[in-house]
């Protein structure tokens, strides 16, 4: 007998749902009182990926056309949450300049491209496709100066280490199929497939924050940290 496809599916759906409470349970049981920037502000990423997967449930409930539109402000407000956590644990001055810029252009872009280019029509996955790229080579840049000259493991133990690790894995993983999305989201074999693999990414995710907020604050010696600037110490904003 072959199994149900439908009932298998949303298994996986409200599993996926679900899992957004993992993360927001470890932060409220372990960094409820912290003064971490960065966390508060993962913390409210987390709060508004419940509220984005609540309505996009009802949406999909009462099966609106519209909901392309959800998608696009997760897209902004995604790499504004993104952008700012990167701006708190950036460790110079000179690097955290950069961030603005950088926020500002994806803005511009994603506002030019919504409503002159793609003209609200459907899923947009150019602009995802940009805001995956850009947080994916700020999390090799951050990971490439974090680990050169490590010679503890200390630098892995943290909170913003995880996090990184986080997005880096689940942009990466859906990457493709978000470009796809947007020519191929009428093929009934290729939605199947979608909700397999962002499901699966979405579950990562959540289960990866988790860890994150498990991960306590620690005090790396500068004697043995040989790139001490990047000194992912989860210092105290």
């Keep these: 007998m072959k199994p149900n496809i439908t009932a298998i599916l949303n298994i996986i759906v409200y599993t996926s749902f679900i899992s957004h409470l993992l993360p927001l349970v470890a932060f409220l049981l372990f960094k409820l009182k912290t003064k971490e920037k960065p966390l508060r502000v ?19 409930t009462i099966r609106s ?6 998608y696009s402000i997760f897209t902004v407000l995604e790499f504004s949450f ?17 961030i603005f810029p950088l926020w500002l252009f994806f803005i511009i872009f994603f506002f030019i ?3 002159f280019i793609n003209k609200m029509t459907g899923f947009d996955s150019v602009a995802i496709g940009i805001e995956s790229l850009f947080i994916i080579f700020m999390c090799i840049y951050y990971l490439i100066t974090q680990i050169k000259g490590v010679t503890n493991l200390q630098v892995y133990s943290t909170s913003n280490f995880w996090i990184i690790i986080t997005f880096l894995i689940y ?10 999305t947007a020519t191929m989201i009428n093929d009934k074999a290729f939605r199947i497939q979608y909700v397999y693999i962002n499901s699966f990414f979405n579950i990562l995710k959540n289960v990866l924050l988790s860890i994150a907020m498990l991960m306590k604050p620690g005090q790396v010696k500068p004697e043995i940290k040989k790139n001490y600037e990047w000194n992912d110490y989860n210092h105290v904003n």
């Design 65 to 70: 056309e519209q909901s392309f539109i959800l």
């Design 171 to 180: 942009l990466s993983g859906t990457f493709f199929l978000y470009i796809l």
């Design 113 to 115: 491209d919504f409503f």
């Design 42 to 60: 993962i913390f409210f990423y987390i709060l508004y990926s419940i509220l984005n997967e609540s309505v996009g449930f009802y949406l999909q």
């Design 82 to 98: 993104f952008s700012l956590f990167y701006y708190y644990i950036l460790p110079t001055a000179k690097a955290k300049k950069a």
